[in-house]
């Protein structure tokens, strides 16, 4: 569960998506889902909806935009990402929704579990 930092925004979860993002991985690499549900409840480091703070020189921030691979999640490349935010980038990892992630969900709240991108037609080998 998030918890409130005193900068006022929640700590972001690792998993947003909790037991169902972490047992979506293990499926994919054939592990028992008790090995990685610890992940479910780690938190990785980052605020929810933290404010963007003033460019120091006026410029615009520059940014990098994270798609994980086949398998993966927008949250794989969190510890790697956040310390990219830290030296001054705009940070902006995608979820896919079309079943090439481990797990997902819709705005509207539809589950996307992995499915090697069939859902949306994609074709995985």
Excluded: K
Excluded at 33 to 44: G, T
């Amino acid at each position: 569960e998030a918890t409130t930092r005193s900068n006022s925004w929640e700590d972001a979860p690792y998993f947003p998506f909790g037991r169902e993002t972490s047992d979506g991985l293990a499926g994919l690499v054939h592990f028992p889902p008790f090995l990685l549900a610890h992940l479910a409840a780690a938190s990785s480091g980052c605020g929810v909806d933290a404010p963007l703070a003033a460019s120091p020189d006026g410029r615009p921030w520059p940014a990098v935009i994270y798609s994980h691979g086949m398998g993966g999640n927008a949250d794989m490349g969190c510890y790697a990402l956040r310390r990219m935010a830290a030296e001054g980038l705009v940070v902006v990892a995608l979820e896919h929704q079309d079943g090439s992630a481990s797990f997902a969900r819709t705005n509207d709240g539809l589950r996307v579990p992995f499915d090697g991108g069939r859902t949306r037609g994609i074709a995985y080998r």
